[in-house]
Nanobody, 120 residues
């Protein structure tokens, strides 16, 4: 059983910062790619940022230069530092990880989501 537990969401004024964390626990052999996605009301879930096992990153155009994704492999944790937040960043943020649980099995796991609300 693998779980992803997110934390760090909340309410912040425009221009402010938040840091999201997502810790994976359970029967984990290794973790490949990790990432953050978000879903605003009435919209589809969209990619925010991803990071590979060796640290290569990818960002959505809307967050480039404002958000930074990082990971701590020893702690099985991925972070999302969000600066210069805008009201349009308001959404439920989900973490995702490709986790190997045995020699022959790698599956995609999702966290439960954490609400980020940016007031204007």
């Amino acid at each position: 059983q693998v779980q992803l537990m997110e934390s760090g969401g909340g309410l912040v004024e425009a221009g402010g910062s938040l840091r999201l964390s997502c810790a994976a626990s359970g029967r984990i052999v290794s973790i490949n790619g990790m990432g953050w996605y978000r879903q605003a009301p009435g919209k589809q879930r969209e990619l925010v940022a991803t990071i590979t096992g060796d640290g290569s990153t990818n960002y959505a155009d809307a967050v480039k230069g404002r958000f930074t994704i990082s990971r701590d492999n020893a702690e099985n944790t991925v972070y999302l530092q969000m600066n210069k937040l805008k009201p349009e960043d308001t959404a439920v943020y989900y973490c995702n990880a490709a986790i190997r649980t045995s020699f022959e099995r790698t599956s995609s796991y999702w966290g439960q989501g954490t609400q980020v609300t940016v007031s204007s």
